[in-house]
């Protein structure tokens, strides 16, 4: 059985209710654009925006779907369409979720992306996605060829760098309680659509731990 976070939950004037759930199954069917993905992370001028999505490709793939695999180096980086994703890793017979990516975000291997080795991390996809494919092979060849590219690549490595800093920072030092606030206020979508089970491992804690922060924030 999927649970699901759905009741109503207020703190600190925040207010998470029927009526935003509303709106928030609404922005489940909003789409990005690659177009808008790529300015996100920098500006380019249009031949070199061109020639950047002439190597992109758009792949559906259905829930479940496992689009990075530990243990092998990824050849391929992607961008968010539609639908949500988690990245996890295998412990101790079970696996613990670390990152959650949802539209316009992107899906990739740090690991295989910067130093060519085999990535930790996997990757699943949490809904039926529509995802942007772009190969690493042809994204380095765009960087030795055009210099704007290069530099929309150093800014897209600093953006997932600083992305990375942020979530080692927070399960550093915030709690449970404040992570969760955290998610409730930055990505408040997710709560609709993310099971019960992998909000609560990312927490670092049970689902029954998970239910006392619910009711101790109503």
Sequence with gaps: MQFYLLSSIKFNNFIVNNKSIIIFK??????????AILDQIFQLPQESKKNLLLTTNLVRYPKGHIILKAGKVESSIYFIKKGIVRAYIDEDNSNVTFWFGKEGETIISMKSYVENQNGYENIELLEDCELYELKTADLDRLFNSDIHIANWGRKFAERELIKTEERLISKLFKNASERYIDLLKNNPELIQRIQLGHIASYLG????????IRAELK
């Excluded at 609404?26 to 177009?35: C, G, P, V």
């Excluded at 804690?205 to 006392?212: G, K, M």
């Design 205 to 212: 804690i049970t689902q029954v731990s998970l239910s006392r």
């Design 26 to 35: 609404i922005h489940q069917f909003l789409k990005m654009d690659i177009s």
